[in-house]
């Protein structure tokens, strides 16, 4: 899946599936990234791996993509981990505050295809 600056790759695994970003997340491709998220939960498992090391840029539009994927993750008993996640992404979830409500893994194993 992807636009002209958001690329999304879905990789399934053994009990959860991987979602490799690569680029933009702001109001012209969170909704790729929130529909690949719910197909993804749809078609594969609950527990997603949000691979976000190659995000270059994400705003607020991107923030809310991602509280509403934990937030229906969590409605389904699953588990959002964001794995590496680029400075860009951190900057924007430390400076909101809701760093806290998500869990990070920051080991290449998270990621691996």
Do not use: N, W
């Not at 981990?81 to 760093?99: D, F, K, N, Y």
């Amino acid at each position: 899946m992807s636009a002209d600056q958001l690329t999304i790759g879905i990789v399934p695994r053994d009990g959860y599936v991987t979602l490799h970003s690569r680029g933009e997340i702001d109001m012209c491709t969170s909704p790729l990234l929130r529909d690949a998220a719910l197909r993804a939960m749809r078609d594969h498992a609950t527990t997603l791996h949000l691979d976000m090391k190659e995000v270059t840029f994400m705003d607020s539009t991107g923030l809310e993509a991602l509280l509403a994927t934990r937030r229906r993750v969590d409605q389904e008993g699953g588990r959002l981990i964001l794995c590496q996640p680029s400075r860009s992404v951190l900057r924007v979830l430390e400076v909101t505050g809701v760093a806290r409500l998500f869990e990070f893994d920051t080991e290449p194993a998270c990621t691996a295809l």
